[in-house]
Structures are given as C-alpha cells and as structure tokens.
C-alpha cells in the first residue's frame, strides 16, 4: 500500500499502468495530466481538452472547474482514429464526433460540486484509457451534505 504520492506514482509506473500497452491494455485514469478551466469575464469557464496521437488517453484526463456553471469545452482530437466524447451535463449528456484531426465545441453545464466522468464510448476505447474526469470544486449544498469531517480550507 502507497501513502505518498511518489509512492504511488513510483508504483504506478512499476506496475506498468501509467501508459497505455504495458501492464494492460490501457493506462489508468489518474496516471494523466491535471488542468484548471480558465474563466470568462461573463463567469462562463473555458477549457481545451485533446487527443493525443497514439496515447487513447485524454489531454487533460482530469479538468477541475474552480465552481459549479457553464464551461465552453474545445475538443481536439489530434489522433489518426476517429473517437468521440460523451460529455455530462445538467439535464442530458452531449455527445460529439470527433473524426481524426478534427475539433468540437461542447457548451456543458455542471452545477453540483463532484466528480464527472467523461469518455469515448466508441470501440472500447473507455477500457483503454479514453476516460476523463471534471471535477468540480465547491461547497456541498447542506442537504446533500454528509456528516463527514471539517475539511481542510485553503
Ligand atoms: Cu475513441
């Protein structure tokens, strides 16, 4: 069991899952880049997510959004595969061909705090590697709090 983070990315890559072909098929999740969505002056957030050519993992696999709203999403998928992204939002997820070289745009609208997940349903690519995180930071609505401990505050 890893307690650090070195730890666990040492282990990570020792096991082989921070890529994509080594230990299986595809890398982990967490094992990607992490990126901020930046913020317009109208308080919609922005954000470019890519495909990488021959990685099938997202570019960032996690996007943290600084709160719950809108978030224009540009998609690149600079692959020589066709993929596709099934985004979340409030109401019903988007869902967006990406042929090969192409890009997309997808306006979302995450208002809860949480973790969203993202990913190319198409092929299996989801199996291999082709799945992201949104995570969104901020305040749990009371209700929907549970009893847990005071957590650390910036
Ligand atoms: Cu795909």
Known sequence: M????QERSALLSKVGLDSQNKAALGRLLASGNIAQATEREDGRMQATVRINPDELCWDPSILVLPHGGDVD??????DLNTHCALLPSNGDRKFIWLVNHSRGRASLNLDGPGCYWFSSPTGNDEGRGLTGAIVVLGEVPPEARLDRPAQPRP
């Open 73 to 78: 999403l540009e998609l690149i998928n600079d």
């Open 2 to 5: 890893t307690s650090t983070a």
